[in-house]
């Protein structure tokens, strides 16, 4: 156990030291640790670990869960935005990254800068797959996402769905089944296309021309509403609005 939390301190330290050193890192945020505390306590444990370093652990994982995984992606003005289905997801799904430790299981390490989904992508000509950005990735103005460490997300954290099922809002229930993972997860490329736009992170992930051809769907793209209260925006989680709404401080 010593020996997970350390090197779980390490990934999480080595986050922190790069995003203070980093020039080109965007950091504005508009409110408090205390914010994501007092919000996410119901929901989940605040873990304290060596050196004084404070994670997050949802309590209400099922059997299999995992971050981005209960939601929808909804293609909107800021790229694929992840319309989670859980009551943590304006928090956990567009701040911070995410880390799977063997002891503690799936934790969040706090961070202040906003996106509509911090997920790595793959694709190839079937598939379409995400998983949740690790505590070593980085985000710049110039390059995007980039990795301080080398490091590579395990196959079996990734989520894969056909094009056809990508944009669906119940995509949870089209995921391929686990034994598939590795064989798809060594035939897809990395697809990271981060990008910043009028003060905000973008995430165009996967070129949506790509799927509305391969698809033959009529993907409309929508608006984002940036809202500072948080219980407003959450009084209209998933509901099927033409707009997405998002909190943002």
């Not at 103005?141 to 669906?168: A, E, K, L, R, S």
Request: charged share 20%; net charge positive.
């Amino acid at each position: 156990m010593k020996k997970l939390i350390i090197i779980t301190v390490f990934l999480i330290a080595g986050f922190f030291t790069t995003a203070k050193s980093e020039t080109k890192i965007i950091n504005h945020s508009g409110f408090e640790f205390g914010f994501f505390y007092s919000n996410l306590a119901p929901y989940g444990s605040w873990i304290e670990l060596d050196a004084g370093l404070i994670v997050w652990r949802p309590t209400m994982m099922r059997t299999g869960w995992s971050p981005y995984r209960h939601g929808r992606w909804i293609w909107t003005v800021d790229g694929w935005y992840w319309d989670s289905y859980e009551p943590f997801g304006h928090i956990a799904f567009h701040y911070g990254r995410w880390y799977y430790d063997d002891y503690y299981g799936w934790i969040w390490i706090p961070d202040y800068e906003w996106a509509p989904a911090w997920v790595e992508w793959r694709y190839d000509n079937d598939y379409i797959g995400w998983a949740p950005l690790p505590p070593y990735a980085m985000f710049s103005i110039n390059i995007g996402i980039h990795y301080t460490h080398n490091y590579y997300v395990p196959y079996h954290h990734w989520h894969y769905v056909t094009y056809n099922n990508f944009c669906d809002p119940y995509v949870y229930n089209h995921y391929v089944a686990p034994k598939y993972k590795y064989r798809i997860h060594s035939k897809t490329k990395i697809r990271n296309n981060y990008g910043y736009r009028n003060g905000h992170v973008v995430n165009n992930g996967v070129d949506i021309d790509v799927i509305r051809k391969r698809t033959g769907q009529n993907i409309r793209q929508r608006d984002v509403i940036r809202m500072s209260d948080y219980n407003e925006v959450e009084r209209y989680r998933g509901k099927n609005d033409d707009v997405v709404r998002t909190f943002v401080a």
